[in-house]
């Protein structure tokens, strides 16, 4: 084998204490294209930050055509001819296609002044190169997305890169931008420059990548060249067999229980909300949680919102225990016996006030009319405190003093001491230890034997497989696939996203 | 997460109280410094009538800032308070009959209806503004920008450049009389901040008012009806500019064009200088009144003293970037804490 490109060997990392990355060995030969896989937190993110320059301060060798190099900053690597482009896009929408291309580095005349022709024509060249036949001279923000972040591509391509890494470029993309994206790729090959390619779809990785390499845990666990594997041997590889870790993996059979006898207390019909989802219809039985599980940007964290009133569908039916509802707000979601808990603590707590104001915000207009009655407040939130283990257990106390896993007791409480009909929970243990995720779901399992509707919305296979006992995969805006009887596991799970 | 868990126990310490009440404190402690300099400076100046002064001259702001304050909480602002003030106060003596020599074409009504007639187009007024805001969704700080440009046109085709000077007895009375040696307008200074103060910290909607201003977005999650909130507080501050108005063109004994000028940027100075954030969610009526009173005492205090008077409005310049340095401070300060709470 010729000596690789770029070579890292025995790249170990740590944020805090936490170790993301426990010496990593990664080669990428030229004009190749590598899909990098593994589960959320596996550590490939880390490493290609490592490798862009984002992240310095790491242990291990990276060496790039055999000479060993060390990155201060992004624009070290860059010069180095490492380009990437990240899932969130950095384009500026307001600024025309050439402007873009050419961000900070537009050709300068005599007097300072910007060439624009020189720039128009020099990116309108560049884009053909790529295939792409775009005005330069359009504004970036009408263009689909799919086009933005390959005229993304081309900025960091003018930028002299021969490495391109790729951060989930295909999660927003349709079928035909991602075979756009594809021959974009393969031409690149054929240039001799190399790409990184990371996904979560494996069949897009499967198709176009020469090799792949698995990682879990903050190791690499495998890697091959694609002709000789298929989509299960990836999942095995990420998943893992030898379970070493606390969590349970999985990867055995787990019996759902759906209830189909119970009345439907909310149906969605051909629900769709223009770019993040379409076509979604489900019913919602009383006495069921009902896990929504997709990748990031599948849509199900917008349906999510929707059925809360924070997204108005543009297509489509809400049925609430048989009547149609439209949702005009979250105060109407609330008022039709609708609870949502969002993904992120932030924007669902009040960090600055107490733990009781924050627990009885939703029920407010229940326990007074006009005058606030802050006792019964303290009271009520003292046994939603005992109910769910909240610690410091003090309604006084301010919420930014509490814990992660704490502060997310209190979101959920603020919902329960009047139950709602359906409780719509977003990544409920996100970023938890281990014992506040155990409470969570033996909170939620409890809700649902008191009758209540649950839908839970995750990116993490685990969250949903350890809650629902139905379960519908969301893949790029629809529902691909629902599992409702029998018995499902996790490499089935992924296979079906 | 468990190593985190340890970090994020609370620690409650000197500094962090301070830090906490840090947009409490420093207001109060700029009135004092200004209260001890004036009387050592001013033999005139601590004395019970210019008590009475200083109460009387920040009424009208006040009044004022009593709405701001709502509006301010909410992380929203009104520019259109002074305008707003204007034109009600020149509504009401358009509706009231005037002397011969004033020839404005105006309607004369009874006292009681002029003043109904006058307060109902300032609630309309800060409608608008909540309208805009809610529904359109124009930024409240355009919003009213635009809505004191449209009162200040009210007011000029009620007055069409003249100077009124009949308003209704009751109004004159609030304006200019007083009960037991108290005038009127600063009674009614007081009700204002008393009724502010209990709508704000005991009842329902003053708790969705900071909730509001502390994070939107989890209010809107908490089901709370967000722009119902936002456009309630936009009327109130036009409804409380109205009253302002009206008490302002009783006390100054005549109703024109641009009369109120200067009260736009004292009434957002006496909230911001008391320490209520501009970023929503921070704040009482009670720091509303410590920052009127460092701003009574500074322009009332300014006048004992000999010193240049054109250097004195750019000592209330310097002052008023100070307290906003402050209120921006304290904030990032909260921001950092509330970071490692989050963690």
Known sequence: MPTPLLEMIGITKSFGGVQALKGVDFALQAGEIHGLVGENGAGKSTMMKIIAGVHSGYGGRMTIEGREVNFRSARDALAAGIGMVHQELSIVPDLSVAENVFLGKQPIGAVGQVRWSTMVREAGEQLRKLGLDVDPRTRIGSLPIGLQQLIELARVLFSGARIIILDEPTSALSPPEVEQLFSVLRALKREGRSTIFISHFLDDILRVSDAVTVFRNGRKVADSAVSTIDKGWVIEQMIGVGHDDLEESYTGAIPLAAKPSAPVVMAARNLGASRFFRDVSFDIRAGEILGIYGFM???QVELARTLFGKIAPD??????????????NTAAAKGAGIAFV?????SMLFHHEPVYKNASIAILDRISRLWLKPMREREITQVQIGALNIRP????ALLGSLSGGNQQKVALAKWLTHPPKVLVLSEPTRGMDVGAKDDVVRIVRSLRDQGLAVVVVSTEPETVLSLADRILVMKKGAIAREFADGSISKDRLLEAA | MTVQDKIAMPRPSLGFWLRNQMRNVAPFATLLCLVVFFSLASPSFATADNLANILTQISVTGIMAVGLTFVILCGEIDLSVAAVANATGIAVAYFTSQEAYVSIANIPLPGWAAIILALIGAGVLGLVN??????????SFIMTLAMMQIAAGVSAMLVRGQIAYAVP??????GSGSIHGVPWIVVLLACFLIVGHVVLTYTRFGRYVYMVGGNREAAEYSGVNTKVILGAVLVISGVCSGVAGMAGVAHFGSAQQNEFDTYLLDSIAAVVVGGTSLFGGRGSIGNTIVGLCVLGVLNNGLDHVQIDSFLKILIRGLILLAALVINVYAQRLRDTAAVRGEV
């Open chain 1, 297 to 299: 940007g599948c849509g």
């Open chain 1, 315 to 328: 297509h489509g039916t809400l049925v609430l225990e048989g009547t149609p509802r439209r949702l005009r």
């Open chain 1, 342 to 346: 969002p993904e992120s603590r932030r």
């Open chain 1, 393 to 396: 257990p003090r309604a006084d």
């Open chain 2, 130 to 139: 909540a309208l805009g805001l809610t529904l359109i969704g124009i930024p």
């Open chain 2, 169 to 174: 007895d009751i109004v004159t009375t609030i």
